[in-house]
């Protein structure tokens, strides 16, 4: 092992793992959002917008992502319809992982108690307000779970986006052994970085899955 040269490629270790963070970042946060949106249209039976809901999540999850990030990538510029790469990485990830954090929305919303929306609806409150403060804490307290491993896997999937020349972890590994050869000093910095990103994620999800069912419990 080569310490001297792991020392003197670490800055490019550090730009790319900032890249790998922006990137997989703003997917999780837009990933979610869509995730909820589509949770709720099928939930509640939207019409039509509950069908469109349930193709894209089963395109999005029956086709690989670098097909999904070459069409984006590569396709589009086909049709006048030019994405740099970081925005091509961004709108694939949002869109792989939209519909696993659906998944995982939906099945929350779905495991709370009809006795819980009765007692909402007793007291007064409107179906806006019945999902606000009854519904929507539940689900959310029953999702964090899987929401927590959607996000992993989703900082796991950046690493594709290479794939399409985004100067991440990925790429500036694969750069360094073709140019440098040090395929073990390049492969250790990069199982490194990924720990470094992956390790908070998951101690949080897990604390946040504590404390989520100690207040199921009421603890």
């Known amino acids: 092992m080569n310490w001297q040269y792991i020392y003197s490629v670490m800055p ?120 606000q403060y009854v519904i929507f804490p539940q689900a959310l307290a029953i999702s964090i779970p899987a929401i927590g491993a959607n996000c992993l896997f989703l900082i796991k999937e950046s690493s594709v986006v290479s794939a399409i020349a985004v100067v991440e972890l990925l790429f500036v590994t694969k750069d360094l052994i073709g140019m440098d050869y040090k395929t073990t000093e390049a492969l250790f910095l990069l199982i490194m970085s990924y720990l470094i990103i992956l390790l908070p994620v998951s101690i949080l999800t897990s604390y946040l899955e504590y404390r989520s069912r100690k207040v199921s419990h009421g603890i």
Request: charged fraction near 15%.
């Open 12 to 131: 490019q270790f550090a730009s790319a793992m900032v890249t790998t963070l922006k990137i997989s970042i703003i997917s999780i946060i837009l990933a979610i959002l869509v995730g909820l949106i589509c949770s709720i249209l099928i939930t509640y039976r939207v019409r039509v917008f509950d069908k469109i809901a349930k193709i894209y999540i089963e395109l999005s999850r029956n086709t690989p992502l670098l097909i999904q990030l070459f069409f984006l990538y590569y396709g589009l510029p086909k049709l006048g319809i030019k994405i740099d790469g970081f925005t091509c990485g961004v709108i694939g990830l949002t869109f792989l992982g939209g519909s696993y954090m659906a998944e995982a929305f939906r099945a929350g919303l779905q495991a709370v108690a009809k006795g819980q929306i009765d007692s909402g609806e007793s007291i007064g409150l409107n179906p806006l307000q019945v999902f």
